[in-house]
């Protein structure tokens, strides 16, 4: 008998102390977690979003290039978009603060990072490494155009991107090559015959459709979502520069081709004509700049680029359009305080505007204001003797970045139609 007291007491006291046990979880769970939510939330292990496959992925990666002292920078333009919308918060958050991933763990399909490829040390390494953390990498590669006006480099090869998959997630690492313009250039994305085109889907990806330009961004290092990570130091003008970012290269191969049935003119004053002319496209250029102005090379100076990558030496002036809605009213003054007077004055702005300055050594810079219609675009001209009006038309046409005389400029983007359009039909081969 004693000993089944014993057997009830003890079972009665392990129900007691089972049921003391859920009544302690019930009221952590009902009561305390609803009074204290805000600073159980920041504690490790239980924060919003990071256990998501994009954070994830992007940590890992970050890791990677880190300890590999490879400088990237983040590109991704949905996500400078969020930095920026709320740049003064990203400015002051501090590293591992962060108690929900708003930034990283956004859906989508890539996260975009840079690197300047000259700072890149270590290539090969960091690749071995990727994969031994469990990436997958892709490469891609393409003949370094800075080296086509060079008969033994031409056909040289570089990397052009790097697509690094974990799990379900993808980084596009753009590599950024140095151009003699002081600008930075990316380029096209193709895929060779024996790439997997299943590997990621290429299409959604925001860099490499075309070849690009941009210029050389000031970077900072800010802590998005407990990660440290370079940016460019203004993001907007960044993501600004991305629509209007896709670059053509000049035809190295034809300006050979013309320079063999066309002896290049290498006389004193052709070679003291270019020296001006290129010094004139800089001040111009950089007298825009400060306006914010768009200007792109045309008539004689666009062939010259098309034709021979270089100026044409009996030209004798520089060509300049400009679209009539960028005009500005302190243009004039503008050019004159660089130095360059005023010498004709055709039109005005409601109609066939023109305008030349006077350069050193008698060179002219000459700027077309062009006017957009419904199915074309036109400028005006004007004899400066007669004063006869001249009215050309052009098909529509989108700009360009290239390289001309070691300068980042635009030209159009169809520029073939844009020539004809000015000159007439050109002979398609070496033009």
């Given at each position: 008998?004693?000993?089944?007291?014993k057997?009830?007491?003890?079972?009665?006291?392990?129900?007691?102390?089972?049921?003391?046990?859920l009544?302690?979880?019930?009221y952590?769970?009902?009561y305390l977690?609803?009074?204290?939510?805000?600073?159980?939330?920041k504690?490790?292990?239980?924060?919003?979003?990071?256990?998501?496959?994009?954070?994830?992925?992007?940590?890992?990666?970050i890791m990677?290039t880190s300890?590999?002292?490879?400088?990237?920078?983040?590109?991704?333009?949905?996500?400078?978009?969020?930095?920026?919308?709320?740049?003064?918060?990203?400015k002051?958050?501090?590293?591992?603060?962060?108690?929900?991933?708003?930034?990283?763990c956004?859906?989508?399909?890539?996260?975009?990072?840079?690197?300047?490829?000259?700072?890149?040390?270590?290539?090969?390494?960091w690749?071995?490494?990727?994969?031994?953390?469990?990436?997958?990498?892709?490469?891609i590669?393409s003949?370094?155009?800075?080296?086509d006006?060079?008969?033994?480099?031409s056909?040289?090869?570089?990397?052009?991107?790097?697509?690094?998959?974990?799990?379900?997630?993808?980084?596009?690492?753009?590599?950024f090559?140095e151009?003699?313009g002081?600008y930075?250039?990316?380029?096209?994305?193709?895929?060779?015959?024996?790439?997997d085109r299943?590997?990621?889907p290429?299409?959604?990806?925001q860099?490499?459709?075309y070849?690009?330009?941009?210029?050389?961004?000031e970077?900072?290092q800010?802590?998005?979502?407990?990660?440290?990570?370079?940016?460019?130091?203004?993001?907007?003008?960044?993501?600004?520069e991305?629509?209007?970012?896709?670059?053509?290269e000049?035809?190295?191969?034809e300006?050979r081709?013309?320079?063999q049935?066309y002896?290049d003119?290498?006389?004193v004053?052709?070679?003291?004509?270019?020296?001006?002319?290129?010094e004139?496209?800089?001040?111009?250029?950089?007298?825009?700049?400060k306006?914010?102005?768009?200007f792109?090379?045309?008539?004689?100076?666009?062939?010259g680029?098309y034709?021979q990558?270089?100026?044409?030496?009996?030209?004798k002036?520089?060509?300049l359009?400009?679209?009539?809605?960028?005009?500005?009213?302190?243009?004039?003054?503008?050019?004159?305080?660089?130095?360059?007077?005023?010498?004709?004055?055709?039109?005005?702005?409601?109609?066939?505007l023109?305008l030349?300055?006077q350069?050193k050594?008698?060179?002219?810079?000459?700027?077309?204001f062009?006017?957009?219609?419904t199915?074309?675009?036109?400028n005006?001209?004007?004899?400066?003797?007669?004063?006869k009006k001249?009215?050309y038309?052009?098909?529509?046409f989108?700009?360009?970045?290239t390289?001309?005389?070691?300068?980042?400029?635009?030209?159009?983007c169809?520029t073939?139609?844009?020539?004809?359009?000015n000159y007439?039909?050109?002979?398609?081969?070496?033009?």
């Amino acid at each position: 008998m004693s000993r089944i007291n014993k057997n009830v007491i003890l079972a009665l006291l392990t129900l007691t102390s089972s049921a003391f046990l859920l009544f302690q979880l019930y009221y952590y769970k009902h009561y305390l977690s609803a009074k204290n939510g805000a600073g159980l939330s920041k504690s490790k292990g239980s924060r919003i979003g990071f256990d998501g496959t994009q954070w994830r992925t992007v940590k890992k990666f970050i890791m990677l290039t880190s300890s590999q002292n490879v400088p990237v920078f983040l590109i991704d333009p949905l996500i400078l978009e969020l930095i920026n919308k709320n740049f003064e918060k990203v400015k002051n958050a501090s590293h591992g603060s962060a108690s929900e991933c708003k930034f990283f763990c956004v859906p989508r399909d890539f996260t975009a990072f840079a690197l300047q490829y000259h700072l890149w040390k270590n290539e090969e390494g960091w690749f071995r490494i990727a994969e031994n953390m469990g990436f997958q990498c892709l490469k891609i590669e393409s003949k370094d155009p800075r080296l086509d006006g060079i008969d033994s480099l031409s056909g040289t090869e570089i990397p052009l991107h790097y697509i690094c998959t974990l799990a379900s997630h993808a980084v596009h690492l753009v590599v950024f090559h140095e151009r003699s313009g002081n600008y930075l250039w990316h380029g096209h994305l193709r895929l060779k015959g024996h790439i997997d085109r299943k590997f990621v889907p290429f299409r959604k990806l925001q860099f490499g459709r075309y070849p690009g330009a941009f210029d050389r961004p000031e970077l900072q290092q800010i802590t998005i979502d407990g990660l440290e990570v370079l940016i460019p130091k203004d993001p907007m003008h960044f993501l600004e520069e991305i629509p209007h970012s896709r670059f053509i290269e000049c035809r190295y191969k034809e300006a050979r081709a013309f320079f063999q049935q066309y002896l290049d003119d290498n006389t004193v004053e052709a070679m003291a004509f270019r020296k001006s002319a290129k010094e004139l496209l800089q001040l111009a250029a950089k007298t825009l700049k400060k306006l914010g102005v768009r200007f792109w090379l045309s008539s004689g100076t666009c062939l010259g680029w098309y034709r021979q990558c270089g100026i044409i030496p009996y030209s004798k002036d520089v060509d300049l359009g400009i679209f009539i809605q960028d005009y500005k009213s302190d243009i004039i003054s503008a050019f004159q305080d660089a130095g360059l007077p005023l010498k004709h004055k055709f039109g005005k702005v409601e109609d066939s505007l023109e305008l030349s300055f006077q350069g050193k050594d008698d060179v002219k810079l000459d700027i077309f204001f062009f006017y957009e219609e419904t199915d074309h675009m036109w400028n005006g001209g004007t004899q400066a003797k007669t004063g006869k009006k001249f009215k050309y038309l052009f098909p529509k046409f989108t700009l360009c970045w290239t390289e001309f005389i070691d300068m980042k400029v635009r030209v159009p983007c169809e520029t073939i139609e844009y020539i004809e359009a000015n000159y007439g039909l050109l002979t398609r081969g070496s033009s």
